[in-house]
């Protein structure tokens, strides 16, 4: 599931550009104008080869050329940092910060300098240091792991099945507009899917697959989001108290199973943590959303949960592994965090967790040990 910060589609077209050759600069011939990220086509690229042969520089020619599945495409770059990479105004650690390149970041280089480099991601443009990013081969060697691959649904309701191949069994149905993550290659016409926790195929009549890459964030941007997330949560927590007489500072109030504290409790147990999620039992199951009321995937339900007692954990299940600290299952306890491939669920003790489970089930209870674990993390 995919992040919390920008993500935008690139449209891969003949567009105005440049090769960035240390020392000197080499033009392309312009082509209309477009607000998509501005990666460089590589239409022509024998006449640019020629070029650049001539200003005798062609034992670096490789460092600008990255092939991708739609052909070859000059100066894009991925992160190689941990959460993120600060993007300065000047090619000094001294300057100040004008956004941020996160982990799984795409940007276009604009210039090479000594220890930084001149990068564009999204609508943030800046200086970061060159060791923040996989250039030439190595961003060639790399550039999958950065995809992210999706089908948007044309029909009005399609059929996920377990094959390719209309007489498959039907896994479960996805509606028009819904977009899914591919997991894998076509086959014979058929696009692989996940569905929540469903994992089939769709016909590839009946959806338009996509690529897309996520970007960095300027400073406002960032700021702009932290506000969003902010006021969701807080319109969440108010959504959930509101709906109920308040107790009084220490007390608890039991409804169906189900225990809300009041805010002025000043521990935070794993069992209140278990009492709270247990509340949004039944309502749906959204990919990518964080809601506790209108649908959360499995790891915005984690997320949104422990946000309601002031704790902040990552957006997905591949940053949350690392939350915390490591406990074995046989150490589990109410509130812990246990981790499969791709999903994420709250431990609520007798080998039983709550989860945001998939689109036909939504939030509900499941066996702990329904898949491998691979990871116990505690935050608390």
Same mark, same amino acid.
């Given at each position: 599931?995919?992040?919390?910060?920008?993500?935008?589609?690139?449209?891969?077209?003949? +567009?105005?550009?440049?090769?960035?050759?240390?020392?000197?600069?080499?033009?392309?011939?312009?082509?209309?104008?477009?607000?998509?990220?501005?990666?460089?086509?590589?239409?022509?690229?024998?006449?640019?080869?020629?070029?650049?042969? $001539?200003?005798? *520089?062609?034992?670096?020619?490789?460092?600008?050329?990255?092939? /991708?599945?739609?052909?070859?495409?000059?100066?894009?770059?991925?992160?190689?940092?941990?959460?993120?990479?600060?993007?300065?105004?000047?090619?000094? &650690?001294?300057?100040?910060?004008?956004?941020?390149?996160?982990?799984?970041?795409?940007?276009?280089?604009? &210039?090479? +300098?000594? =220890?930084?480099?001149?990068?564009?991601?999204?609508?943030?443009?800046?200086?970061?240091?060159?060791?923040?990013?996989?250039?030439? $081969?190595?961003?060639?060697?790399?550039?999958? $792991?950065? $995809?992210?691959?999706?089908?948007? %649904?044309?029909?009005?309701?399609?059929?996920?099945?377990?094959?390719?191949? /209309? @007489?498959?069994?039907?896994?479960?149905?996805?509606?028009?507009?819904?977009?899914?993550?591919?997991?894998?290659?076509?086959?014979?016409?058929?696009?692989?899917?996940?569905?929540? &926790?469903?994992?089939?195929? *769709?016909? #590839?009549?009946?959806?338009?697959?996509?690529?897309?890459?996520?970007?960095?964030?300027?400073?406002?941007?960032?700021?702009?989001?932290?506000?969003?997330? /902010?006021?969701?949560?807080?319109?969440?927590?108010?959504?959930?108290?509101?709906?109920?007489?308040?107790?009084?500072?220490?007390?608890?109030?039991?409804?169906?199973?189900?225990?809300?504290?009041?805010?002025?409790?000043?521990? *935070?147990?794993?069992?209140?943590?278990?009492?709270?999620?247990?509340?949004?039992?039944?309502?749906?199951?959204?990919?990518?959303?964080?809601? +506790?009321?209108? #649908?959360?995937?499995?790891?915005?339900? %984690?997320?949104?949960?422990?946000?309601?007692?002031?704790?902040?954990?990552?957006?997905?299940?591949?940053?949350?592994?690392?939350? =915390?600290?490591? %406990?074995?299952? &046989?150490?589990?306890?109410?509130?812990?965090?246990?981790?499969?491939? =791709?999903? *994420? =669920?709250?431990?609520?003790? @007798? #080998?039983?967790?709550?989860?945001?489970?998939?689109?036909? @089930?939504?939030?509900?209870?499941?066996?702990?040990?329904? /898949?491998?674990?691979?990871?116990?993390?505690?935050?608390?």
């Amino acid at each position: 599931m995919e992040k919390t910060h920008i993500s935008q589609k690139v449209v891969f077209s003949a +567009l105005a550009g440049m090769i960035i050759i240390p020392g000197s600069a080499l033009r392309v011939s312009a082509a209309e104008e477009a607000k998509e990220q501005p990666f460089v086509q590589t239409a022509g690229i024998e006449s640019v080869l020629d070029q650049c042969y $001539e200003t005798e *520089v062609k034992d670096n020619i490789n460092l600008y050329l990255v092939p /991708t599945e739609e052909g070859e495409y000059l100066n894009m770059a991925f992160s190689d940092t941990g959460d993120y990479t600060y993007i300065r105004s000047a090619p000094d &650690e001294n300057s100040d910060w004008v956004g941020k390149l996160y982990q799984d970041s795409a940007a276009q280089v604009l &210039e090479y +300098l000594d =220890g930084w480099t001149k990068i564009k991601s999204g609508s943030v443009e800046g200086y970061v240091p060159a060791e923040a990013l996989l250039t030439g $081969e190595d961003a060639q060697q790399h550039s999958a $792991e950065y $995809e992210k691959n999706t089908v948007t %649904v044309e029909a009005d309701v399609l059929n996920v099945r377990s094959g390719q191949g /209309t @007489d498959n069994e039907i896994l479960t149905q996805i509606e028009q507009g819904g977009s899914y993550e591919m997991t894998g290659e076509a086959v014979d016409g058929w696009y692989p899917v996940r569905v929540g &926790e469903i994992e089939g195929w *769709v016909s #590839g009549e009946y959806v338009t697959p996509e690529t897309s890459y996520s970007y960095g964030e300027t400073k406002a941007e960032e700021e702009e989001r932290i506000a969003a997330e /902010t006021a969701e949560a807080a319109e969440q927590q108010s959504a959930v108290q509101g709906t109920a007489d308040q107790p009084a500072a220490g007390d608890a109030v039991s409804q169906g199973g189900a225990v809300s504290t009041s805010g002025s409790s000043t521990a *935070v147990t794993g069992q209140a943590v278990i009492d709270y999620a247990c509340q949004f039992i039944g309502n749906p199951y959204v990919w990518g959303g964080t809601s +506790l009321t209108e #649908g959360a995937d499995c790891s915005g339900f %984690v997320q949104s949960v422990y946000a309601h007692f002031g704790i902040s954990l990552p957006r997905t299940t591949y940053d949350m592994v690392n939350s =915390g600290y490591a %406990v074995s299952y &046989e150490e589990a306890q109410p509130g812990d965090l246990i981790l499969y491939d =791709g999903h *994420v =669920g709250l431990y609520m003790g @007798d #080998g039983t967790i709550v989860n945001a489970m998939n689109e036909a @089930d939504g939030i509900g209870i499941c066996s702990a040990t329904y /898949t491998n674990i691979i990871a116990v993390r505690r935050v608390l």
